[in-house]
């Protein structure tokens, strides 16, 4: 069964770029009509859903975010990417890479990493 | 503020049964779109519990179940046990805001 693993720095310095990789694993990034996503959740709140990447390359974020935001893959590495720029306290989440599947918009994520903290601070 | 409204916790004994609203707009589940649930134990990510309103992934117990009326959605579960202490969250999608949102979380106790 298909798994993902977050990997990357837990520590940001405020206005730098927060860039973290998720590994997929037992499946292909390249496979099937799946989005593969990023998430967050901030310190004991709800989820924010982050932005997507098709394995072809394609992409969509949050409206709120997309200016600070890009999504790519590498399938040859069978990875996805998340860059977040000028980062600042409010940026301190849990961030996790899940996968989005289902018909378009009636889609659901799973499965999901096991998530990775990344504190913005100096 | 959530754009999907949770109650922040319910909770029931051991045995009973409890439900968790999800209160939407017509921008959301009013608009059609498909509501889902997920069950986040302490301390690990989110996990599916429920997809297409009403459809458990294998695994899942029967004891949950979820619903979908006008602008609202519900998970319901039964024969309460204690391994079921955790955040549920419902997610769909708001076209709108252009993209896939979640309700805040609903804390479940077990008495």
């Known amino acids: 069964q298909v798994q993902l693993q977050e990997s990357g720095p837990g520590l940001v310095k405020p206005s730098q770029t927060l860039s973290l990789t998720c590994t997929v694993s037992g499946g292909s990034i390249s496979s099937g009509d799946y989005y593969w996503s990023w998430i967050r959740q901030h310190p004991g709140k709800g989820l924010e859903w982050i932005g997507y990447v098709f394995y072809r390359g394609s992409t969509f974020y949050n409206p709120s975010l997309k200016s600070r935001v890009t999504i790519s893959v590498d399938t040859s590495k069978n990875q996805f990417s998340l860059k977040l720029n000028s980062v600042t306290a409010a940026d301190t989440a849990v961030y996790y890479c899940a996968r989005l599947r289902g018909a378009g918009t009636r889609g659901w994520f799973d499965p999901w990493g096991q998530g990775t903290l990344v504190t913005v601070s100096s | 503020q959530s754009v999907l409204t949770q109650p922040p916790s319910v909770s029931g004994a051991p045995g009973q049964r409890v439900t968790i609203s999800c209160t939407g707009s017509s921008s959301n589940i009013g608009a059609g779109y498909d509501v889902h649930w997920y069950q986040q134990l302490p301390g690990t990510a989110p996990k599916l519990l429920i997809y297409?309103?009403?459809n458990r992934p294998s695994g899942v117990p029967d004891r949950f179940s979820g619903s979908k009326s006008g602008t609202s959605a519900s998970l319901a579960i039964t024969g309460l046990q204690a391994e079921d202490e955790a955040d549920y969250y419902c997610q769909s999608y708001d076209s709108s805001l252009s993209g896939w949102v979640f309700g805040g979380g609903t804390k479940l106790t077990v008495l």
């Open positions: 297409g309103n009403n």
